[in-house]
């Protein structure tokens, strides 16, 4: 049977959940609307759009040893975040696919998920942002099919955040820094920039 708790034990639970998410959301920013390409955003919306699973495929045997090697040790990093094999499974096969499909490194997104959402499939910021990678609901309107509920899936959260990164880098020649404050709503400001670089290294094979 379980215990009760004082309500001095009670306080102090919430107060604790309470600091454990602000800590969990403070990075957490509001991507802008802005104002695309027809092309720019032509292009994306077949990106989102691809029906195709994250089944993947290897030009080589050192890609597929790279894989499994990578897989292993991201999973044993994940477990305690993520404590369902299976979930963990798809969610890293997930994450490779994703980022390798829109020419970022996997490592580098697993960061950006750390600090964005603590790796919570269901978190929302108080900008509204949702998921895995905190996209906003705007760009399902501006390149998907309008259906803002669908950022909770898996696939398509880590689809829409990592074409987003993708699409930031371009704009930004490539520079990694401007690209990671566009992505937050804190371009040029550090602090979000140094909190991903930061992670990273942690998610780094």
Known sequence: MRSKRSPTQVVRWLVGCLLCSACMMTH???QKEEALADAVRLALSRAISDPRPPELGFASDADRDAWRQWSAMMSTRLQSRMPDAMVRSEFLQTVWYESRRAGLEP????????????FRKYAISSAGARGYMQVMPFWTR?????????????????RYGCSILRLYLD??????????GRYNGSRGKAEYPNAVRA??????H
């Open 28 to 30: 957490a920013g509001k």
């Open 142 to 158: 501006t390149i998907g099919d309008g259906q803002p509920a669908k950022l909770f899936q898996m696939q398509t959260n880590l």
């Open 171 to 180: 704009l930004e020649k490539g520079d990694l820094f401007l690209a990671l």
């Open 199 to 204: 992670a990273w290294r942690r998610w780094q």
């Open 107 to 118: 490592g580098l997104v697993l960061g950006l998920i750390q600090v964005e959402s603590g």
